[in-house]
């Protein structure tokens, strides 16, 4: 099955830039999708297909994917961005949807 | 308002079932794919299955395929999820989430989840 692999755990201070990692085999082949999740709630979409955003998600999330890699990009670190965060993706082989083990974003 | 809503949860004992309902409110239930994830105590998402928008299609999870079984009501705008056998390792908050009918699709809204635990 296909295997998304996401580090346990990035820190960065306010104001500066975060970047949140999604490894999978020719990853960049498929589209990926980016969730946020806080503590006690329901997830959110931030960005889907790469790179589009949806309505009320900041400009400062931004996403790419490419050869083996897709990353979230967080500019202008907030306090309110801390947060779990969650690449997923469709695999085609199984026709299961795959989710990465997540990565807990630490605002400094 | 969008909105998806579950319900269902509980504790069940080892081996018993349970059914989960997930409403839907706020746009056309049945254009809509939807899916249930679920995430264990401290642990991260994980995807169970998917049901397209008729109801003719699913896909299960190696882990729950054979145990559990997806179903919706389009009439209703209710989606569900009979899970049987169930095991310790089933406890989790689940939650509902839709797609657009395409299977490589986001899932742009979830509901609140409902908890699940499975103990003696």
């Known amino acids: 099955s296909y295997v998304l692999t996401q580090p346990p755990s990035v820190s960065v201070a306010p104001g500066k830039t975060a970047r949140i990692t999604c490894g999978g085999n020719n990853i960049g082949s498929k589209s990926v999708h980016w969730y946020q999740q806080k503590p006690g709630q329901a997830p959110v979409l931030v960005i889907y297909?790469?790179?589009d955003r949806p309505s009320g998600i900041p400009e400062r999330f931004s996403g790419s994917n490419s050869g083996n890699t897709a990353t979230l990009t967080i500019s202008r670190v907030e306090a309110g961005d801390e947060a779990d965060y969650y690449c997923q993706v469709w695999d085609s082989s199984s026709d299961h949807q795959v989710f990465g083990g997540g990565t807990k974003l630490t605002v400094l | 308002e969008v909105q998806l809503v579950e319900s269902g949860g509980g504790l069940v004992q080892p081996g018993g079932s349970l059914r989960l309902s997930c409403a839907a409110s706020g746009f056309t239930f049945s254009s809509y794919w939807m899916h249930w994830v679920r995430q264990a105590p401290g642990k991260g998402l994980v995807w169970v299955s998917r049901i397209n928008s008729d109801g003719s299609s699913t896909s299960y999870a190696d882990s729950v395929k054979g145990r559990f079984t997806i179903s919706r009501d389009n009439a209703k705008n209710t989606l569900y999820l009979q899970m049987n056998s169930l095991r310790a390792e089933d406890t989790a908050v689940y939650y509902c989430a839709r797609s657009h009918a395409n299977k490589a699709d986001a899932f742009d809204i979830w509901g609140q989840g409902t908890m699940v635990t499975v103990s003696s």
């Open positions: 297909y790469d790179s």
